[in-house]
Nanobody, 123 residues
Framework: QVQLVESGGGLVQAGGSLRLSCAAS????????MGWYRQAPGKQRELVAA???????NYADSVKGRVTISRDNAKNTVSLQMNSLRPEDTAVYYC?????????????????WGQGTQVTVSS
C-alpha cells in the first residue's frame, strides 16, 4: 500500500509563506496524479492544486497566482509553495495521490490520502 507523509504546516502571519511537502512510499506503484486539498472547519474538502502525469497542473481559483505546485517524479514527492497567505487559507491540508499499485492479485488503482497538516494564517 502506498503511504503519504506530509510536512511543512504551521502558523504564519497574513502575507507570509509556507511550503508543504509530501512523499509517497511503497513497493511497486506508479503515480498518475499528486495534489493538495484542504478542509476548513465546517467546510467540505476542496482541491487546492494538483499535478497530473504529463506535466499539467490545476489550481483552485482562490489560490491562483499565490500557490505553486511542484512534483519530483523520480522521488515521488510533491510540494506546495504558498505565498501571500490569507486568514481564509487556514485549514488542514491533505496530500492526495492517485495511480496504480501491485496488489495480491495484480495491478490495481489507488487513491490515497495523507494524514493532513494544519496551516493557520493569523490576521
Amino acid at each position: 500500500q502506498v503511504q503519504l507523509v506530509e510536512s511543512g504546516g504551521g502558523l504564519v502571519q497574513a502575507g507570509g509563506s509556507l511550503r508543504l511537502s509530501c512523499a509517497a512510499s511503497g513497493s511497486a506503484f506508479s503515480i498518475n496524479a499528486m495534489g493538495w486539498y484542504r478542509q476548513a472547519p465546517g467546510k467540505q474538502r476542496e482541491l487546492v492544486a494538483a499535478s497530473i502525469a504529463g506535466g499539467s497542473t490545476n489550481y483552485a481559483d482562490s489560490v491562483k497566482g499565490r500557490v505553486t505546485i511542484s512534483r519530483d517524479n523520480a522521488k515521488n514527492t510533491v510540494s506546495l509553495q504558498m505565498n501571500s497567505l490569507r486568514p481564509e487559507d487556514t485549514a488542514v491540508y491533505y496530500c492526495n495521490s492517485k495511480g496504480a499499485e501491485m496488489g495480491p492479485t495484480g495491478w490495481r488503482q489507488f487513491d490515497y490520502w495523507g494524514q493532513g497538516t494544519q496551516v493557520t494564517v493569523s490576521s
